[in-house]
């Protein structure tokens, strides 16, 4: 079955980076372009990138630029999400999304279990 | 960017009841060349990850019970309940994906009155 399995709660120091996995299996991984989506403790949805995993093009949400980067490994069917400079508002659950159209940008089919990432001193 | 404004806030329905949930873009997310309206409708429970519940507006995903329908175009959305049960206590989100960034509304609580 199609499924995204995501790497492990992290906790770090304000300034610190933090890089989470996102494993996908049951599917061409090079078909369907991942997003990653955050959210902060008992807020809403907020979107952060996107990658083509074919190409490994990528779009990044304004709020984000030059503090995030996605990158990918094909051979493992990974996509990876890292976050610099990391500031007690990037608390957060960090999810991967799988766009549900080939080759396009439209619905998130298949989520993550989500990554919470604790930014504390 | 496109803003997507959902309303209310936090809903309560009695079970068996209908439930109604809107969304509002501050531009227009049908794309002309196709007809096609770029909006998705998620729920989220507690400690889980969001589930795809309608795209293009109006297409139920594989799985989601008929009771789930999604209705409008352009600027405005509507998400029905048509008979709510005690186990679509969630809350939720429309998003646009008209255009970058793809952006999601605040989200709708639904309880049980």
């Known amino acids: 079955q199609v499924q995204l399995v995501q790497s492990g709660a992290e906790v770090k120091k304000p300034g610190a980076s933090v890089k989470v996995s996102c494993k996908a299996s049951g599917y061409t991984f090079t078909s369907y372009y991942m997003h990653w989506v955050r959210q902060a403790p008992g807020q809403g949805l907020e979107w952060m990138g996107i990658?083509?995993?074919?190409?490994?093009?990528?779009s990044y949400a304004q709020k984000f630029q030059g503090r995030v980067t996605m990158t990918r490994d094909t051979s493992t069917s990974t996509v990876y999400m890292e976050l610099s400079s990391l500031r007690s508002e990037d608390t957060a659950v960090y999810y991967c999304?799988?766009?549900?159209?080939?080759?396009?940008?439209?619905?998130?089919?298949?989520w993550g279990q989500g990554t919470t990432v604790t930014v504390s001193s | 960017d496109i803003v997507m404004t959902q309303s209310p806030d936090s809903l309560a329905v009695s079970l068996g009841e209908r439930a109604t949930i809107n969304c509002k873009s501050s531009q227009s997310v049908l794309y002309s060349s196709n007809n096609k309206n770029y909006l998705a409708w998620y729920q989220q429970k507690p400690g889980q990850p969001p589930k795809l519940l309608i795209y293009?507006?109006?297409t139920r995903e594989s799985g989601v019970p008929d009771r789930f329908s999604g209705s409008g175009s352009g600027t405005d959305f509507t998400l029905t309940i048509s008979s709510l049960q005690a186990e679509d206590v969630a809350v939720y989100y429309c998003q646009q994906y008209y255009s970058t960034p793809p952006g999601f509304g605040q989200g709708t609580r639904l309880e049980i009155k």
């Open positions: 990658i083509n995993p074919s190409g490994g093009s990528t």
């Open positions: 999304a799988r766009d549900l159209e080939v080759g396009a940008t439209s619905g998130m089919d298949v």
């Open positions: 293009w507006a109006s």
